[in-house]
C-alpha cells in the first residue's frame, strides 16, 4: 500500500499548534451565544407621552432553544462623542410595564433616571449611563414618558428640547442555544482565488450550528512512471486514519476559510462538520446545564468502503477535493502559528541552492497582506545584509524577485557593498525608493493614510550590514544599523 507523506514533499512543515493549544481551543470551542435586542428613541423624539416597546422576538419559538440567562434592561445614554458638549442635567420620569415569560403585561411601576453631561474637568458630575433592570423573568418592556426635567447648568436655563446625544432604550438581552440536530450536514466548497494564491472554502450556514470545524489534508501523486505521468484520484489510497492523523484543522465560526496554496503537486481534501449545544427538553429538567456540553455534528465526508481512496472522499460533486498542479523549481519551508476562531499566521521562507534563506514572506488573515523581508550575502555566502520586512501591494504568498533594487534600479547584490582589491571597506550603495522596503520606508509610499505618518523614512538604507574579519574565520568585525546615519563607513 503506499505511504501517504505527512506533509507537502519540498516543505518542512512546522505545525505551532501543539497538543496543549489543540485541547485549549477545543474546549473553548463553542463560546455563549450571546444576543441582545435594542428598541430606542433620541433626541427630540424623547418627549412626554413618547413610548418605546421592545419584546423577545423568539417569544413564540420556544420549543427551539434554551435561555439559561435573560434580562431586560431601561437605558438612558449620552452619546459620548457627539454634540452638544456644553455641561447639563437631564432627567426622564417613566412608566415601566414589564412583559412577562407567557407575553402578557405584568405590573406598572414607575422610575426615574438621570444623566448629567459634564465636560470639565476638576469638579461635577459626569454620568453617561444610567442602566435599570427590569423585573426578574420579563421578557421585554413597554416604558411610557410621563416627564422630562433638563437644565443648562453653565447658563442656569431650562431645557425644552431633550439634545441630539439622549438616546433612551429598552435592551433585552440573553444566552441563547438553539436546537442542534447532528445530521444535518453542510458541504465544503473549493474555490480557487488567483489574486491572492488561495482557495476560498465555503458552506451553508446550519440551524442551531455555532462554530464548524474545517479539516484538510494533502497527499502528493507522483506515480513510479514519473513526474509526467501522475496518478488520478481512484489511484492513491486514502484511510480516515490516514486522513485524520496528518489533517489540519480550524474551528471558526463564520461560512468560510481560505487556505493559502503553498503545497506541491496532488490533491488536497476538505472535510466540515457543524457544532452546537445539547438543548434537549426531555433531560434538562434533570439537568438544567445540559446546554454547557458541546454537541458534535456527522462529518460531511466520512468514508465507509474498504481501502478508500481520495475519489470515495468526495461529497458527491468533487468540489471538495482541490488537485494542485504545481511546476514550482524553488526550494521552500511553509510555516503556520494557528489561534482562536481560525486565526494564523503564515510563514514562508525561499531558499537557495545552497539551502540559504533568501526571502522570507509573511501573511496574517486577518489583514491578508504579505510581509516580505530578504537577506543578501556577500561574495563568500555570508548574510551581510538584513532588509526590514515591509509590505508589499500583493496579498498571494510567493517568492517576489527583484524587489529590492540599487539605485540603478538592478536587484540589490552583493557588488553593491563589496569593497574593490585596494580597499578594505567601502560604503553600502542605497536602495532605490521605487520598490521594495525601500519605497515603503519613505514618502514614495503609495499608501496615505494617517498612519504612514508614523512610518520612519529610511532615506535609501532600510538595512542593516555586517562587515566580517578578512582571514576566514567568520568573525564578525563590525555591525551597522538601519537607517542612513547608522549604516557602516557614514560620513567618512
Not at 459620548?80 to 403585561?105: E, R
Not at 440551524?207 to 484538510?216: I, N, P, S, V
Not at 522570507?360 to 526590514?388: C, F, H, M, P, Q
Request: glycine letters at 6%.
Amino acid at each position: 500500500m503506499r505511504k501517504l507523506p505527512n506533509f507537502p514533499k519540498n516543505t518542512d512543515v512546522i505545525k505551532n499548534a501543539i497538543l496543549g493549544l489543540l485541547l485549549f481551543l477545543s474546549s473553548m470551542a463553542v463560546s455563549a451565544k450571546e444576543t441582545k435586542w435594542y428598541q430606542s428613541i433620541s433626541g427630540s423624539a424623547i418627549i412626554p407621552g413618547a413610548t418605546v416597546t421592545n419584546i423577545d422576538p423568539e417569544l413564540s419559538f420556544a420549543s427551539t432553544y434554551m435561555t439559561p440567562r435573560s434580562a431586560t434592561y431601561v437605558i438612558l445614554k449620552i452619546e459620548d462623542f457627539s454634540a452638544p458638549f456644553y455641561w447639563y442635567t437631564y432627567s426622564v420620569n417613566l412608566k415601566v410595564t414589564p412583559i412577562l415569560n407567557d407575553g402578557s403585561y405584568g405590573d406598572v411601576y414607575v422610575i426615574d433616571l438621570e444623566v448629567e453631561n459634564n465636560r470639565y474637568g476638576g469638579f461635577g458630575n459626569f454620568i453617561d449611563m444610567r442602566k435599570v433592570l427590569v423585573e426578574a423573568g420579563a421578557r421585554g418592556a413597554s416604558i411610557h414618558v410621563n416627564s422630562i426635567t433638563a437644565s443648562n447648568n453653565e447658563t442656569s436655563a431650562p431645557i425644552t428640547v431633550t439634545p441630539t446625544n439622549i438616546t433612551l432604550s429598552v435592551s433585552y438581552e440573553v444566552e441563547r442555544y438553539y436546537y442542534f440536530e447532528p445530521s444535518d450536514l453542510t458541504h465544503a466548497n473549493v474555490n480557487y482565488f488567483s489574486f491572492s494564491n488561495d482557495l476560498a472554502v465555503n458552506w451553508a450556514e446550519i440551524a442551531g450550528a455555532e462554530e464548524y470545524e474545517l479539516e484538510w489534508t494533502w497527499a502528493d501523486n507522483y506515480s513510479k512512471v514519473g513526474l509526467t505521468s501522475p496518478l488520478g484520484m481512484e489511484e492513491i489510497p486514502m484511510s480516515i486514519s490516514e486522513f485524520e492523523h496528518n489533517a489540519s484543522r480550524v474551528t471558526v465560526k463564520g461560512l468560510s476559510y481560505r487556505v493559502p496554496l503553498v503545497y506541491d503537486s496532488g490533491y488536497l481534501i476538505f472535510r466540515i462538520r457543524a457544532v452546537g449545544r445539547f438543548t434537549d427538553f426531555s433531560i434538562s429538567p434533570l439537568l438544567p446545564t445540559i446546554y454547557k456540553n458541546i454537541k458534535y455534528g456527522d462529518w460531511d465526508v466520512n468514508p465507509t468502503g474498504i481501502n478508500p481512496n481520495i475519489s470515495d472522499w468526495n461529497n458527491g460533486a468533487n468540489n471538495n477535493i482541490y488537485q494542485v498542479t504545481s511546476d514550482d523549481k524553488l526550494n521552500w519551508q511553509f510555516q503556520t502559528s494557528y489561534a482562536e476562531n481560525g486565526k494564523k499566521k503564515d510563514v514562508v521562507s525561499y531558499f537557495d541552492g545552497s539551502l540559504r534563506n533568501r526571502q522570507t514572506v509573511t501573511r496574517i488573515n486577518t489583514s491578508n497582506k504579505a510581509i516580505v523581508g530578504e537577506v543578501i550575502y556577500d561574495e563568500e555566502g555570508r548574510a551581510a545584509i538584513e532588509v526590514l520586512p515591509s509590505p508589499v501591494e500583493d496579498s498571494r504568498i510567493k517568492y517576489y524577485p527583484s524587489l529590492n533594487k540599487n539605485m540603478s534600479l538592478l536587484p540589490y547584490s552583493y557588488q553593491d557593498f563589496t569593497p574593490g582589491e585596494n580597499s578594505c571597506s567601502v560604503p553600502s550603495e542605497g536602495m532605490s525608493v521605487n520598490s521594495g522596503a525601500s519605497k515603503y520606508y519613505s514618502d514614495n509610499n503609495a499608501v496615505t493614510n494617517n498612519f504612514q505618518d508614523f512610518v520612519p523614512k529610511a532615506e535609501n538604507f532600510p538595512f542593516s550590514r555586517t562587515e566580517y574579519e578578512l582571514d576566514n574565520t567568520g568573525r564578525i568585525k563590525r555591525k551597522g544599523g538601519v537607517g542612513v546615519e547608522h549604516q557602516l563607513n557614514f560620513g567618512t
